[in-house]
């Protein structure tokens, strides 16, 4: 199959380049070490609630194995959207005609390249599985492979919506700063970092929390996408076990095809 | 109507940006196995009509046909049967040359044991098997051109279309380029297609299309557009100033250069017998030009080739590409 063969090729030149990329790499190892060894050993102690007067632990879990997860999420979500990068860097250095010109049909490209670059996060959240013992979670090969399907489903969403941002952004400063103020708050806001109680009714968690946080995590996709890996690894759900797949797989085909809307002008 | 006799068959093709028309209603036929070359100033519109005919561009109006297919029905059919190189390198430079080359393999669908054989025989017509396995960022401008030249002959392409391909190259690099081009004409059943705005270069050319603010203004065998549209001159220094009275009343000047010679049209036949037998113990010395394209330029338009405004374009658009990607 011929057809084949050129997704490959172009697949193949994604993942040579970031594998080349030694500053990704790094980031992609640093940025876990991180979160778990300052950010969860640090918080780890603090991890528990006082709900009317009552004291107990919000969550069934460490707070390392609470935000274990989301690790997985944040890491996927900066190399996805960053391999959105190589759009940028393939029209500003020409390479983007040799695609062009190609008798390649331009969804057979696009799709070589998201899922090169969709490789490479799910590549970097596995590096964060790497540090699983160290975070009390234990990962059994079913549990494994059901994370590993949501993880790619999650970075081919990103790596898409990505290529979107890509081609509304003409310069490399521009989409850094711009992918930074993207990521950040949808990670923050994803229930990530914190518990949105589930043994409380709305009622009561708005009566913890403001209204506007309540309900920027329940409309932000992400939440459910940590949701999603949650239930996988720590088999922990907030919300409905189903939404998160759902919601998943709904990012992944919606942002595809918004992004070949836009590489079809190109 | 058999489209299939001409590598490229080009009919009323319009394209415009905003109220600027860039190419208006071109009309041109390239026949199989030839090099064929557009000529014309900076701004001319040959790069529009490049990416219109490697279909990366679609035009407002017209028709065209790459080696039987119309690239407006057919893009991709078209697609298989060209190789280009355009104007700026189009090379992934953190790649080395030859997976540069065996990427363009395998997306154009080159089997494996003729992607192998195909980058072989292209690293050596352009003098690069030593540079196999280098990354290309450490390649200079003529190693990066040369390797495009053989990236876009791997598929074996019917059609090949470079965009200016000698810009910005040293005398060295640009006669490499040109010796490549006729070793390949040579060894294969190629047409190519050569865009420039340097006249010398398309000397050896077997069509030349002169182009001007998106008009092709001639199109013919360089030999028949210098006879059609060149003039011959003669260059004579007169002995006296009685001699150029009479010379001036006998042929009519076409000008008078500063150091008293006189440039007369020497186009009819017999002048040069004609002349010397009456004038030939008269003058200090005279020299014959043969019509050149550069004169056959200046006739079309009326002004040189490389003027100025050309020249201040180019760099231009130089300055915005480094601003960009500073």
Not at chain 1, 227 to 245: E, K
Not at chain 2, 11 to 24: H, V
Not at chain 2, 40 to 53: D, E, F, S
Not at chain 2, 163 to 186: C, F, H, K, M
Request: hydrophobic letters at 45%; charged letters at 20%.
């Amino acid at each position: 199959m011929g057809l084949l063969g050129g997704i490959y090729a172009i697949w193949l030149r994604e993942v040579k380049r970031a594998l080349r990329d030694r500053g990704q790499l790094i980031g992609g190892v640093s940025r876990p070490l991180m979160w778990v060894l300052i950010m969860g050993i640090g918080l780890n102690p603090y991890f528990r609630g006082e709900v009317f007067g009552e004291v107990r632990f919000a969550v069934p879990y460490t707070y390392i194995q609470f935000i274990f997860p989301a690790i997985v999420v944040l890491n996927i979500m900066y190399t996805s959207v960053q391999s959105a990068v190589s759009v940028i860097w393939d029209r500003e250095f020409g390479f983007l005609r040799e695609v062009l010109v190609s008798p390649m049909p331009r969804w057979a490209a696009l799709l070589g390249k998201i899922l090169g670059g969709t490789t490479i996060a799910v590549f970097h959240g596995c590096l964060v599985l790497l540090l699983a013992p160290f975070a009390d979670v234990v990962i059994t090969w079913e549990r494994l492979a059901m994370g590993l399907v949501l993880m790619f489903l999650l970075a081919f969403g990103l790596t898409s919506f990505g290529v979107v941002l890509a081609s509304r952004i003409r310069s490399f400063e521009g989409f850094g700063v711009f992918s930074n103020a993207i990521i950040l708050p949808l990670y923050f806001l994803s229930s990530s970092v914190f518990p949105l109680d589930p043994a409380l009714t709305r009622a009561q968690t708005l009566v913890v929390y403001p209204e506007w946080l309540v309900t920027l995590v329940e409309w932000n996709p992400v939440t459910y996408a940590v949701d999603a890996l949650r239930g996988s690894f720590i088999r922990f759900n907030q919300f409905d076990p189903s939404i998160g797949p759902i919601m998943l797989s709904v990012m992944a085909v919606g942002f595809f095809f918004w992004a070949l809307i836009d590489f079809r002008k190109a | 109507m058999n489209q299939t006799s001409s590598a490229i068959e080009v009919t009323g093709l319009t394209k415009r940006y905003g109220r600027m028309t860039a190419l208006d209603a071109v009309n041109l036929s390239v026949p199989n196995n030839v090099m064929f070359a557009l000529l014309g100033p900076n701004g001319a519109g040959k790069t529009t009509l490049i990416h219109i005919l490697c279909t990366i561009l679609a035009a407002d109006e017209g028709t065209a046909f790459i080696a039987g297919s119309d690239i407006r029905r057919q893009p991709l059919q078209a697609r298989r049967n060209i190789g280009v190189v355009f104007q700026e390198p189009s090379l992934d430079d953190r790649l080395t040359a030859f997976e540069n080359l065996d990427f363009h393999g395998r997306v154009y669908n080159v089997k494996a044991a003729d992607r192998r054989q195909g980058i072989d025989e292209l690293l050596a017509l352009v003098e690069l098997e030593d540079w196999r396995h280098a990354v290309v960022r450490t390649f200079s401008s003529g190693m990066k051109r040369r390797l495009e030249i053989a990236r876009a002959l791997l598929h074996k392409p019917k059609i090949l279309f470079l965009d200016e391909p000698t810009v910005g190259l040293d005398a060295q690099s640009r006669a490499g380029i040109w010796s490549y081009l006729d070793t390949l004409r040579r060894q294969r059943d190629l047409t190519i297609v050569v865009t420039t705005h340097y006249i010398e270069e398309v000397e050896n050319c077997d069509q030349v299309a002169i182009i001007d603010h998106g008009k092709i203004i001639a199109d013919g065998s360089p030999l028949n557009l210098k006879r059609q549209f060149g003039k011959e001159t003669a260059r004579i220094m007169p002995r006296d100033e009685a001699v150029a009275a009479e010379l001036t009343q006998k042929y009519g000047s076409l000008q008078k250069a500063k150091d008293g010679s006189i440039i007369v049209d020497a186009g009819a036949p017999g002048f040069a017998d004609e002349f010397l037998a009456e004038f030939g113990t008269r003058i200090r010395q005279v020299s014959f030009d043969t019509p050149s394209l550069e004169s056959v330029f200046l006739t079309l338009t009326g002004r040189e080739l490389r003027d100025r405004g050309a020249d201040e374009h180019e760099k231009r658009n130089a300055a915005a590409r480094r601003g960009r990607r500073s």
